[in-house]
């Protein structure tokens, strides 16, 4: 993974974003139950202020409004918080399950609401996770505190290569597999965004987080590119240029940014790798009204990149 790159932010906005597909994909029972049309993303000034100064914070809080059974048979709404903890450590920590349940406290605390904990793990390890915290006496079981875990190493990619999810598609780059399936996975990854209508922001989000976390080698991209080539999949061929093209020119964007300006770096990064991305999809064939879609470039600025190629 590239340096500087802030990978709870990442997370964050994926999960803000599909939040809803997110609840779907890994816990359907409950996201049948969660009223969408009553969603709100607290503030993350208040995690901040819940855990003391220190470095650590929930990722994510979310109230809502569940839906549940009342007294004879009547349905009732009830606010709840809804915490999604990301632990991207390669390492196990034995106070995770605590500190989970510190968090809970503490929001509880100062909402008086109930509580539901979600810890997501996108570390390699196998071993299977904890999922709640207590203590006991030999005369009392005190307190058992236990909590949603989503361990993504431990899910089998192809599970999920025929949903129309979004959130499975970006997570595809941190499922378990192989060095040798890595080529496979993009390639399914390609196959399942080219079958979302998303807006183009929401697609670069997708795209950026699957490269974020699955880059591949310059051999392994020879080889998906030929891959795309035997499947004739245009769209796939689309998005591979967008992915790679695009996520280096904001790099790149980035670089100059901080010598000469963020914003104007930024900007001359961006345009410049719209414009090589342009003339990639010109060079193999693409209909120039699809190449001015997929880049937002000017028909003129199009046109004249036609003519160079």
């Given amino acids: 993974m590239?340096?500087?790159?802030d990978?709870?932010?990442l997370y964050k906005e994926l999960l803000q974003?599909?939040?809803?597909?997110?609840?779907?994909l890994f816990f359907p029972k409950v996201s049948a139950m969660i009223d969408y049309s009553h969603v709100k993303f607290l503030s993350e000034e208040v995690f901040s202020d819940l855990v003391g100064g220190t470095t650590e914070r929930i990722d994510l809080a979310v109230e809502t409004m569940l839906m549940e059974d009342g007294t004879k048979g009547a349905v009732s709404w009830n606010r709840a918080l809804i915490i999604i903890h990301l632990e991207p450590q390669s390492y196990h920590e034995d106070d995770f399950p605590e500190r989970m349940f510190l968090y809970s406290s503490k929001l509880y605390d100062k909402y008086r609401r109930r509580i539901l904990p979600?810890?997501?793990?996108?570390?390699?390890?196998?071993?299977?996770?904890?999922?709640?915290?207590?203590?006991?006496f030999p005369f009392l079981k005190v307190m058992t505190f236990r909590y949603y875990v989503v361990?993504?190493?431990?899910?089998?990619?192809?599970?999920?290569?025929?949903?129309?999810?979004?959130v499975a598609a970006a997570l595809l780059s941190s499922m378990g597999y192989n060095k040798k399936e890595r080529v496979a996975v993009k390639f399914e990854f390609l196959r399942m965004v080219t079958r979302l209508e998303l807006d183009p922001a929401r697609m670069k989000l997708?795209?950026?987080?699957?490269?974020?976390?699955?880059?591949?080698?310059?051999?392994?991209?020879?080889?998906?590119?030929?891959?795309?080539?035997?499947?004739?999949l245009e769209e796939a061929a689309v998005m591979e240029w967008l992915t790679s093209w695009e996520k280096k020119g904001m790099e790149k964007?980035?670089?100059e940014g901080l010598e000469r300006g963020m914003e104007k770096g930024m900007e001359k990064g961006m345009l410049k790798s719209k414009e090589e991305i342009a003339a990639k999809m010109l060079?193999?064939?693409?209909?120039?009204?699809?190449?001015?879609?997929?880049?937002?470039?000017?028909?003129?600025?199009?046109d004249e990149l036609k003519t160079s190629v």
């Fill in 17 to 24: 974003t599909f939040f809803k597909e997110f609840m779907e």
């Fill in 253 to 255: 964007g980035l670089e």
């Fill in 118 to 136: 979600i810890a997501i793990f996108s570390h390699r390890r196998q071993a299977q996770e904890p999922s709640g915290f207590g203590w006991a």
């Fill in 7 to 9: 990978h709870d932010r």
């Fill in 206 to 232: 997708l795209t950026v987080f699957f490269e974020t976390y699955l880059p591949l080698t310059e051999a392994e991209n020879e080889q998906l590119a030929k891959k795309i080539e035997r499947t004739e």
């Fill in 2 to 5: 590239g340096a500087g790159i």
């Fill in 283 to 302: 060079a193999k064939g693409l209909d120039p009204a699809m190449v001015e879609e997929m880049t937002g470039l000017p028909a003129e600025r199009i």
């Fill in 151 to 166: 361990q993504l190493r431990k899910k089998g990619w192809r599970r999920f290569v025929r949903t129309n999810n979004p």
